[in-house]
């Protein structure tokens, strides 16, 4: 307890922004603090935790071993605090919030038309913040108080602090100009085959749920295009002889007057579990809260 007595509440949170942002001016403007008085702030923790908690290197700030162990600890202190001292009620339509989602551009398709309708009718003052990575990145950025919400794929099991909903179950097709099919508007495993294909994958490298498919068949397909994005994917196989085979909603916003054909692959692949995924931390909060639910409703009413 001697310790609290060298260090106040608004150091603990000046400490919070700068190891956040990395940045003294852009923690400064999170704390509506001039930069000096932020520099200031930074000196004092430093003498605080004998640690200079930011250090440059190439030109940039980076957090010190000390300051990286720190910034969980302390972003679950903050919040304790924050839960302790705020207001139990929560009024979307007069609450003013940043909510910071992680979900790939499959997800942004599939959750954000639905889910920013419903804000901008029922709760204007909310903002979201989306950002794209891995699934090891969304997980560590959950973890650490970075993001609020990951949505996305995720390995099995994950750390005992973050919990998980699964919003659906998803399920694979194949898609090709309708003209390059034939009649039946399908492929045998054959046809399949000998045609080139277009992957989807944040790295080359990646093995998926197609690629392990085609590894119980004993087969391999010729991969013509890889690339990161959903959203041009289904524009390259238009007028083409390309096969894309990916999550069905993927689809949902090229279906119309579209000259793609979907149809069933030809041997088995198995579904998919999309899931939402927040740290513990947030259980106790209620605007946290609010938007799980909303967004679980959501996706429950277009399934």
Same mark, same amino acid.
């Given at each position: 307890?001697?310790?609290?007595?060298?260090?106040?509440?608004?150091?603990?949170?000046?400490?919070?922004?700068?190891?956040?942002?990395?940045?003294?001016?852009?923690?400064?403007?999170?704390?509506?603090?001039?930069?000096?008085?932020?520099?200031?702030?930074?000196?004092?923790?430093?003498?605080?935790?004998?640690?200079?908690?930011?250090?440059?290197?190439?030109?940039?700030?980076?957090?010190?071993?000390?300051?990286?162990?720190?910034?969980?600890?302390?972003?679950?202190?903050?919040?304790?605090?924050?839960?302790?001292?705020?207001?139990?009620?929560?009024?979307?339509?007069?609450?003013?919030?940043? =909510?910071?989602?992680?979900?790939?551009?499959?997800?942004?398709?599939?959750?954000?038309?639905?889910?920013?309708?419903?804000?901008?009718?029922?709760?204007?003052?909310?903002?979201?913040?989306?950002?794209?990575?891995?699934?090891?990145?969304?997980?560590?950025?959950?973890?650490?108080?970075?993001?609020?919400?990951?949505?996305?794929? =995720?390995?099995?099991?994950?750390?005992?602090?973050?919990?998980?909903?699964?919003?659906?179950?998803?399920?694979?097709?194949?898609?090709?100009?309708?003209?390059?099919?034939?009649?039946?508007?399908?492929?045998?495993?054959?046809?399949?085959?000998?045609?080139?294909?277009?992957?989807?994958?944040?790295?080359?490298?990646?093995?998926?749920?197609?690629?392990?498919?085609?590894?119980?068949?004993?087969?391999?397909?010729?991969?013509?295009?890889?690339?990161?994005?959903?959203?041009?994917?289904?524009?390259?196989?238009?007028?083409?002889?390309?096969?894309?085979?990916?999550?069905?909603?993927?689809?949902?916003? =090229?279906?119309?007057?579209?000259?793609?054909?979907?149809?069933?692959?030809? =041997?088995?692949?198995?579904?998919?579990?999309?899931?939402?995924?927040?740290?513990?931390?947030?259980?106790?909060?209620?605007?946290?809260?609010?938007?799980?639910?909303?967004?679980?409703?959501?996706?429950?009413?277009?399934?």
């Amino acid at each position: 307890m001697n310790n609290l007595r060298r260090i106040d509440l608004n150091l603990l949170v000046a400490l919070h922004a700068l190891l956040t942002e990395k940045h003294v001016s852009r923690a400064a403007r999170r704390l509506h603090k001039s930069q000096p008085a932020v520099s200031h702030a930074l000196a004092h923790l430093r003498t605080i935790f004998d640690d200079p908690l930011l250090v440059r290197r190439a030109g940039k700030l980076e957090l010190t071993s000390r300051a990286s162990e720190l910034l969980p600890a302390l972003t679950e202190a903050l919040h304790q605090v924050g839960t302790l001292l705020d207001q139990p009620a929560f009024d979307p339509a007069r609450t003013k919030r940043l =909510f910071r989602l992680a979900m790939s551009d499959y997800g942004s398709r599939v959750i954000l038309p639905g889910l920013v309708k419903r804000l901008r009718s029922c709760a204007p003052g909310i903002d979201l913040q989306v950002t794209q990575g891995s699934r090891a990145s969304m997980l560590a950025g959950v973890h650490d108080g970075e993001i609020d919400l990951a949505f996305g794929v =995720f390995p099995s099991p994950l750390a005992d602090e973050l919990r998980t909903r699964t919003l659906f179950i998803e399920h694979f097709v194949s898609a090709a100009d309708k003209h390059t099919l034939p009649r039946s508007g399908s492929l045998d495993k054959d046809e399949w085959l000998s045609r080139p294909h277009v992957l989807v994958a944040l790295q080359s490298n990646e093995a998926g749920e197609i690629e392990h498919a085609l590894q119980r068949e004993g087969v391999t397909r010729r991969i013509a295009m890889t690339l990161p994005h959903w959203g041009i994917a289904s524009s390259l196989v238009a007028n083409t002889d390309l096969i894309l085979t990916a999550a069905r909603r993927s689809f949902d916003l =090229f279906l119309e007057d579209s000259p793609l054909q979907l149809f069933a692959p030809p =041997f088995a692949i198995d579904p998919f579990a999309y899931e939402m995924v927040w740290h513990s931390r947030r259980e106790s909060d209620a605007g946290h809260n609010w938007l799980r639910q909303m967004i679980v409703e959501m996706l429950g009413e277009s399934a």
